[in-house]
């Protein structure tokens, strides 16, 4: 113990809690485990280092990561590089914020109680639908647990899921699924990249009654659905509408509550969070007001204490952890608070004029994209569909494969766009290019010439 002087145990403390435990040494402490099993060498790792030597080392490490500080990023599939304001991170960094993990406590956590009814409040209005939660993980847990809602709800076992959904929230879905055992039918997408609907119909009147119909919109290839007309093909079976939605898209379209949905549900990363090297990122999930009993994870009301004053309160609980294990919806319990407050910071910043116009740069930086990359590399769109801010360029044939041009972007400083062929065989020399509104005019006219001389060198 006396070589490692940051851990707070001392050689005493160890004594004193072997001695409370009824053990004379850490080795009894394993007499269980098998000596078969045990690791009795040393391992493979380096010696200390002095501070000053390991600070060098982990900087070094970090900067073989391609960053967005240093790279120019074309990359989307679900995290995305969007402008963050400086406030955010000057107002969710208050110690009172960054410190405050879950209210337990709830009368002792109304600034963090109040951040968390803001969020809410903020998605509702985005979404359309009167109830929101807090602390989903983040979008594809967020989908996973709209199924399930749905199943208990409808009391029915079977999930028909659009084959345009980001493959990740699918995965996370059936893992879901197989544990609560229901049925997931997969429609493919159509030819235009958008959910086929012929096939959506058949794949309803096929089999057992569904429980739901899940979408995403903007979909994983950037498509846009045709929410409403879905939604009357979901609820004509009895099915309720789940939606997946990029909510800075809601910005420009019109919220997927308006348009039919019963849930609607997405990740928060695209409003003012970081792309943290993947995540952990902030779920959303909205619910009408017939489902809200059901609704998982934490939902924060608005009310009045015994001498008036406004205050907040923790209502209509449905984790395993605030009531009988057997009445509980769900068990999500990871609080994701602070990114929520990142968003809600984002949105009061941004106001809904801001976030029209944020959308919009989106929309028109793409297109503009997606012009400039067919024409340089002479390749073409692989789907017909109206799209937000992600688009599939194909190659044209004969080019090098998407993970080979990939590379020499990178070379260049570009990080290219998501290799389809990883997910489906069938979108081979296809890359998914995702442009926000950091991209500037120069630098897509270059990515496109970078991008003509990864396939012609």
């Known amino acids: 113990m006396a070589n490692h002087r940051y851990l707070p145990a001392t050689a005493e403390d160890e004594r004193a809690m072997l001695a409370s435990i009824g053990v004379d040494s850490i080795e009894a402490l394993f007499a269980d485990v098998p000596a078969s099993v045990r690791f009795r ?5 380096s010696e200390a280092l002095p501070e000053g030597a390991l600070l060098r080392h982990m900087k070094a490490l970090s900067a073989r990561n391609a960053d967005l500080d240093s790279f120019i990023s074309f990359l989307g599939a679900g995290i995305y590089d969007h402008h963050i304001p400086v406030v955010v991170q000057h107002l969710a960094s208050r110690a009172e914020f960054y410190t405050a993990y879950t209210p337990y406590q709830p009368e002792l ?12 409040s903020f998605i509702c209005e985005l979404t359309g639908l009167p109830v929101a939660n807090a602390s989903m993980y983040d979008g594809a847990t967020a989908f996973a647990e709209a199924g399930a809602l749905a199943a208990g709800a409808t009391k029915r076992k079977r999930l028909v899921v659009s084959g345009a959904v980001h493959p990740e929230s ?23 990249g958008v ?3 012929a096939a959506l119909g058949a794949a309803l009147g096929d089999g057992d009654a569904p429980a739901a119909v899940m979408l995403q919109s903007p979909n994983f290839f950037g498509c846009i659905e045709d929410v409403a007309a879905l939604a009357d093909a979901a609820h004509k079976a009895g099915a309720l509408l789940v939606v997946s939605a990029n909510p800075l898209s809601l910005g420009a379209l019109q919220p997927p509550g308006k348009l039919g949905a019963d849930i609607v549900v997405g990740d928060a990363q695209p409003l003012g969070i970081a792309p943290s090297l993947g995540g952990p990122t902030c779920g959303y999930f909205a619910v009408g007001e017939p489902l809200m009993r059901r609704i998982p994870g934490r939902l924060v009301g608005q009310t009045i204490d015994r001498d008036g004053k406004r205050g907040f309160v923790l209502t209509l609980q449905a984790r395993e952890q605030h009531i ?6 769900s068990n999500i319990c990871s609080n994701q608070a602070l990114l929520a407050l990142c968003a809600s910071i984002y949105l009061s910043v941004m106001g809904a004029q801001g976030m029209r116009d944020v959308a919009v740069l989106n929309i028109r930086k793409a297109h503009y994209a997606a012009d400039r990359l067919a024409a340089a590399t002479g390749g073409a769109l692989r789907f017909a569909s109206t799209f ?9 044939d004969g080019a090098p494969s998407v993970r080979e041009i990939n590379e020499r972007l990178l070379a260049v400083g570009f990080i290219g ?9 069938a ?12 991209r500037t005019k120069e630098e897509i006219d270059a990515f496109a010439c970078a991008m003509k001389e990864a396939i012609v060198r």
């Not at 060498?41 to 790792?45: I, S």
């Not at 699918?170 to 235009?192: F, S, Y």
């Not at 979108?427 to 950091?438: D, I, K």
Request: glycine residues 8%.
């Open 41 to 45: 060498g040393r391992l493979d790792v």
């Open 109 to 120: 956590s109304q600034g963090e109680l109040q951040a968390i009814f803001e969020f809410q």
């Open 170 to 192: 699918r995965q996370v879905l059936a893992t879901t699924a197989r544990g609560l055992g229901l049925e997931l039918a997969i429609v493919p997408a159509a030819a235009a």
């Open 195 to 197: 959910t086929d609907a």
């Open 324 to 329: 009988r294990r057997e009445k509980a919806t």
């Open 388 to 396: 937000f801010n992600e688009f599939v360029l194909r190659l044209p």
């Open 417 to 425: 766009g998501y290799e389809l062929e990883r997910d489906d065989p």
């Open 427 to 438: 979108l081979s020399g296809c890359l998914l290019v995702a442009v926000t509104e950091q």
